[in-house]
């Protein structure tokens, strides 16, 4: 069986808290040892560059997260684990894709959509501050996952946008060019708590709220001493709903140790003490880890080398990746001759076919739509609960376009009016004459 690409980036942009080690750090490292999955974990210091301009700091954060990662158990021999800018076929393919980009795309991206809203809201220019780089992050993302074919792609909601679109790039360069790219998923990790902060709302640093994951342990009990708590007595009892004490104490116990705690909250345990055991609680766990993240960045030529070695297992992959993109697209050596025939059927082909697009929504659900070649509306599927649902009645369409009756009946699908009916079933019918 051909195991399962997961691929994720990390932006180099910030110091990891305890937020970004429960909610994501942790669970992906466990997720990185389960068979049949083939990891690729990256530094994404590209991305950085769009917020911050700060060198110094760039520099620092890739060395922090990068001691994160392998001080809290991320095998790099088992996953591939590089930095970004060592490979050079990523911003080749950010240019390849942008030029299948419609610029429409980029405008409807929600990072840039709410840039020009504050503006617009500001009676500022619409584009007042805002750097072709951040317009463009989605095209540069879409290269990180399509260059290593990665299948799924494990992300916060904030971000199933951008895997659309690399969805989107991916089949309107193969629809242009022949298949190369896999389409990739979005993989929502739901399940995952989000830790509250010292305040009680989300960790995040954009709050300023975060516990640094790495602080010394003098450091890390006072900033615990810090989290809000009512102002309940010691002997009164407390409750456990709605306590940002509580809610981080239980991404990091047993049941049975949040048992206890539970019940030691009921008989009114002093918040001071809460926090002295919330802080021991996670020492434990921590402790082991700092001490190998201080080992680590005592040593950054170690890093490096690491970071070299995962470069080169990348560029593996990508190097003869990009040499089949460019031979696609028609950067050739003007000797080679391979392949002009089947290129001429791909341009015969680009003229003007429809085609079906398969994604997944906010909702969770997957839907499939029938566009014609300018990317005009022609079918839309409801939502189904599975990809393989989707597919199935994909190709019951293109088996045979007269399906296209049923699937309406059955409510899979929605057309407007008569005129997008005749449309659609004529789109069907060149779809499965092209492909006969
Ligand atoms: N945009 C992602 C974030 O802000 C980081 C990122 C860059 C990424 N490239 C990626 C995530 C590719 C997944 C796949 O979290």
Redesign the pocket.
């Known amino acids: 069986m051909k195991a399962t690409r997961v691929?994720?980036?990390?932006?180099t942009s910030g110091t990891p808290h305890l937020g970004n080690y429960v909610g994501a750090i942790r669970p992906a490292i466990a997720a990185s040892r389960a068979a049949g999955v083939e990891s690729f974990y990256?530094l994404?210091d590209y991305?950085a560059l769009i917020k911050v301009d700060d060198p110094a700091r760039i520099q620092r954060s890739t060395l922090e997260i990068a001691a994160t990662w392998i001080a809290c158990g991320l095998d790099p021999e088992r996953v591939t684990f590089y930095r970004?800018s060592d490979i050079p076929e990523i911003p080749e393919l950010t240019w390849f894709l942008t030029c299948v980009c419609g610029k429409g795309l980029l405008n409807r991206a929600h990072a840039y959509k709410a840039a020009v809203d504050k503006n617009t809201e500001a009676q500022q220019d619409p584009d007042a501050d805002v750097t072709a780089g951040l317009f463009m992050?989605p095209v540069?993302?879409a290269a990180?996952?399509l260059m290593f074919n990665?299948h799924q792609?494990?992300?916060?909601r904030?971000?199933i946008q951008?895997?659309e679109m690399?969805r989107d790039l991916a089949s309107s360069f193969n629809h242009r060019y022949g298949e190369h790219f896999v389409l990739p998923e979005a993989l929502i990790e739901d399940h995952v708590a989000t830790l509250p902060g010292l305040d009680g709302r989300k960790m995040s640093k954009s709050y300023d709220n975060t516990i640094p994951l790495f602080a010394p342990p003098e450091q890390l009990q006072k900033i615990i001493a810090g989290i809000k708590t009512d102002s309940l007595a010691p002997g009164e009892p407390k409750t456990t709903d709605g306590s940002a004490l509580f809610q981080i104490y239980q991404a990091f116990g047993s049941v049975a140790e949040c048992d206890a705690m539970r019940q030691a909250y009921a008989q009114g345990i002093a918040w001071a003490d809460a926090k002295h055991q919330l802080f021991e609680r996670i020492n434990q766990e921590i402790s082991p880890l700092r001490a190998r993240y201080e080992g680590l960045m005592a040593h950054p030529e170690q890093l490096e080398a690491l970071l070299q070695a995962g470069a080169a297992k990348a560029r593996s992959m990508a190097t003869p990746m990009m040499s089949r993109a460019r031979h696609a697209v028609g950067l050739r050596n003007l000797l080679d001759l391979r392949n002009s025939k089947v290129s001429h059927n791909a341009k015969a082909h680009k003229t003007a076919l429809p085609s079906f697009k398969q994604y997944r929504d906010a909702d969770g659900k997957f839907y499939f739509k029938l566009v014609d070649a300018a990317g005009k509306l022609l079918l839309q599927s409801q939502g189904y609960a599975s990809p393989q649902d989707a597919g199935i009645d994909v190709k019951k369409l293109q088996a045979d376009p007269k399906e296209l009756a049923n699937l309406i009946g059955n409510l899979n699908l929605i057309v407007a009016t008569d005129s997008q009916l005749e449309e659609a079933l004529n789109a069907l019918q060149q779809l499965k004459d092209t492909a006969a």
């Open positions: 691929l994720t980036g990390i932006t990256f994404a991305h970004q992050y540069l993302m990180d996952i990665a792609v494990p992300v916060g904030d971000q951008h895997i690399a």
